[in-house]
Structures are given as structure tokens and as C-alpha cells.
């Protein structure tokens, strides 16, 4: 089988099993959850700017956790095996607690670029809604992508060229992140 090969079966495994994800998916189970998280967030928050900083400081933790989910792909499936569901379960929570330090240890950082952005962009509830129910969802189905690749034991993912197969996983996450997050009203 050529790579060109591999990557077209690479690319279609990926788009079924995140297609199988996310029709399971319940919209308004997630709904539910991400406004009661956005609920909880403006009532503890003393001003709109406050309200913004910290569903933002939430999506700073889910772009590290991105690029750590992508560090521990890249490392593993590159071995030419995929992990078991219980090293890769282990491996996200030593990453999610070092994120968590990490991002309340830059958090005065961020939110001085944050401040900036608010400013520079016109930003309005709507838009900071949006991106936080985006990042909660997408960083949701990563994990659970993550986790039935390897307990289905899917070997052809490691196959391919890393980078492609890397590519390919995040367009077919962001297209069906898109279509959860678009059957949302939150505010």
C-alpha cells in the first residue's frame, strides 16, 4: 500500500470515528453544562471584563492542553503503536495538572493580553461565549477521539506520516466541534 494510500485510509478512519462521536454526542447535555459553567462564571465575576478574563483563562487551559494532547500523539504513535487507554488516561491528567499550574502562574500575563484583544476587537459577550463553548467542546471530543482510537486499538493511525494524520484530526475535530457548537444556545 503506497503512503498516498495510507493517508486516504488514515483520513477516513478518522472522519467515521469522529462522525460515530460525535452523533453520540447529546448538544444539549453539553449545552446544559458549558451554560451553567458560563452561569457560575458571571455570578463570581465582579465586572464584564472579569466575567471575560476567566472563560478566557479557561481557553488558555484548553490550548495548552491541545499542544499537549498533539506532543502525546506525536510521541506515541510515532513508536509505530498506539498507547493503551490507561497510559493515555494517566499521561492527560499529569499534563491537565501541570496546565493548571502553568496557566495560573502566567495568569496575569494572559489577562494583560486578554485586556488587549477586549479592546483591539470590539469583543462582546456573544463572541467570548462562542470561542469558551468552542474550546470546551473541541477539547472534549479530543479526549474522547484520543481514547477510542486507542482502546479500538486503530494501528493504522500510526501508520501515516505523523504531521498529515495530525492535520487530518484536527480539520475533522474542528468540523464537527463546528457542528455541536452551532446547535447551542447559550448566553
Known amino acids: 500500500m503506497t503512503a498516498e494510500n495510507i493517508q486516504k485510509d488514515i483520513a477516513t478512519y478518522i472522519e467515521k470515528a469522529l462522525f460515530l462521536l460525535s452523533s453520540k454526542a447529546d448538544p444539549q447535555k453539553f449545552e446544559k453544562i458549558i451554560q451553567q459553567n458560563i452561569n457560575d462564571k458571571r455570578e463570581s465575576s465582579t465586572s464584564t471584563i472579569d466575567f471575560y478574563d476567566r472563560l478566557m483563562l479557561n481557553m488558555a487551559y484548553f490550548v495548552e492542553n491541545k499542544m499537549a494532547w498533539t506532543d502525546l500523539v506525536r510521541a506515541t ?22 496546565i493548571r499550574n ?50 479500538n486499538k486503530a494501528t493504522l493511525l500510526a501508520q501515516g506520516d505523523i504531521d498529515e494524520t495530525l492535520k487530518t484530526m484536527d480539520g475533522y475535530i474542528a468540523y464537527f466541534t463546528d457542528q455541536i457548537v452551532n446547535k447551542m444556545t447559550l448566553s
Open 102 to 151: 502553568s496557566v495560573a502562574e502566567k495568569m496575569d500575563d494572559y489577562t494583560k493580553a486578554f485586556h488587549q484583544q477586549y479592546e483591539a476587537l470590539k469583543v462582546e459577550d456573544a463572541d467570548v461565549i462562542y470561542d469558551y463553548a468552542y474550546a470546551s467542546v473541541e477539547h472534549g471530543l479530543r479526549v474522547d477521539f484520543l481514547t477510542l482510537i486507542c482502546a
Open 77 to 98: 504513535f510515532t513508536a509505530g503503536e498506539l498507547p493503551t487507554v490507561s497510559y493515555i488516561e494517566n499521561e492527560l491528567m499529569v499534563h491537565q495538572m501541570q
